[in-house]
Each structure stands twice: as C-alpha cells, then as structure tokens.
T-cell receptor, first 114, second 112 residues
Framework: DSGVTQTPKHLITATGQRVTLRCSPR?????VYWYQQSLDQGLQFLIQ???????AKGNILERFSAQQFPDLHSELNLSSLELGDSALYFC?????????????FGPGTRLLVL | EDQVTQSPEALRLQEGESSSLNCSYT??????LFWYRQDPGKGPEFLFT???AGEEKEKERLKATLTKKESFLHITAPKPEDSATYLC?????????????FGKGTKLTVNP
C-alpha cells in the first residue's frame, strides 16, 4: 500500500459525459501527478500540481482539467468523453515535486466509456 | 524528445532461471531513472531510483544498474511471485518542465 488513495475504483459512463476522479496523496506529500495508461500508449504523464499550483503539463487534452485543493487532494475532470478516453488513470504523489524524488502511485481508476 | 525503450517486451523464465531486463534511454539532463513493478490492474509499485552512471541498487532477487545510456534490472533465481510488468522511467529537466517518461514495460512470467 503506497498511501495514495484514488476513488472511484471503476467508472462506466457514456460518450459525451463528464466525470471526476479523485486522489488523496500520501500524508506529507505536497505534489500530485496524474497519468493515463492505455494498452497501446503505456503510462503517459498528464499534469502535476504542487501545493495547489499547477507545476507541469504533459499530454493533457483540453477536455481534461485538474486542480489541487487546500487539503492537497486533487481532482481530474474529464469532459465530452470519447471512446478513446477509456483507460486506467493513476495519481501519484511526492514530497516536494522535485525531479529526483520518487513518485508513489495510487491503485488507479479504471474508466470505461461506452 | 525524451525516449525510453524497454526490451524485451515479454520474457518467460523458469523458476530459478536468472535473466536481465534492459531499459535504454535518450534524454538530456537526466535527473533520475526509476524502476517500478506493476501487477495487472494495479498501480506501479516503486522498486529503485538510480541517479548516476555506475550506481547499483539491490533488493531481494532484484539488482538495478545504470550506465550513461541504459539501465539493467537483473533478476536472480526468480520465483513465480516475481511475475509482473516491470516499468522503467526517466526524469529529465528540460526548459523548466520536468516530467517522468515511461517505457512500455517488460512483461515477465516466471513458471514454477
């Protein structure tokens, strides 16, 4: 158990809908990262937050957005969902969000768009 | 562009048959190379971090090494419970943007 929690574990929705994924980092960690893992693409970095502020952006679509709240939990919002958005979404956290730090991953949310 | 290539894509071993997994990378400003283990449907589980060429780290049957262009994950006398996908990732700093770039993984199966 990494100490990172994610809810829900599974999510089934329809195309065009909007969903919110939630992540709570390990106790003491200030930085949160979001990743998408699909069968053909592997793990892709989406976005990083540090202490409530966006720090780095990866291959995140404009339909996707995220935020980190004062209690340090984070939410990833996915809108206008398409079939291709079906994937595992992982959250990770680290203490200060520095490049040398280990990122600890949560158990993931499996999203299925029908 | 930062790239991480893992080989082989899949590896089948008999219990006790030692082998190595390869991770080659192309990145400027390497800040760290990370190995993770991932079981089906689960999140990646951290194994090792390597920072500089020549560095080695060990944990039980696993040993990770790093050169300037690649890293190896050596598995000595593997057991069936070592079956998993092993992911390699590099952290680089480019133009103020830092991100973890993952390889596609090596799926290891250890048969009893």
């Amino acid at each position: 158990d990494s100490g990172v929690t994610q809810t829900p574990k599974h999510l089934i929705t329809a195309t065009g809908q909007r969903v919110t994924l939630r992540c709570s980092p390990r106790s003491g960690d200030l930085s949160v990262y979001w990743y998408q893992q699909s069968l053909d693409q592997g793990l892709q970095f989406l976005i990083q937050y540090y202490n409530g502020e966006e720090r780095a952006k990866g291959n995140i679509l404009e339909r996707f957005s995220a935020q980190q709240f004062p209690d340090l939990h984070s939410e990833l919002n996915l809108s206008s969902l398409e079939l291709g958005d079906s994937a595992l979404y992982f959250c990770a956290s680290s203490v200060l969000g520095l490049a040398e730090e280990t990122q600890y991953f949560g158990p993931g949310t499996r999203l299925l768009v029908l | 562009e930062d790239q991480v290539t893992q080989s082989p894509e899949a590896l089948r071993l008999q219990e006790g048959e030692s082998s190595s997994l390869n991770c080659s990378y192309t990145v400027s400003g390497l800040r760290g190379l990370f190995w993770y283990r991932q079981d089906p449907g689960k999140g990646p589980e951290f194994l090792f971090t390597l920072y500089s060429a020549g560095e080695e780290k060990e944990k039980e049957r696993l040993k990770a090494t790093l050169t300037k262009k690649e890293s190896f994950l050596h598995i000595t006398a593997p057991k069936p419970e070592d079956s998993a996908t092993y992911l390699c990732a590099v952290q680089a700093a480019q133009g103020g943007s830092e991100k973890l770039v993952f390889g596609k993984g090596t799926k290891l199966t250890v048969n009893p």
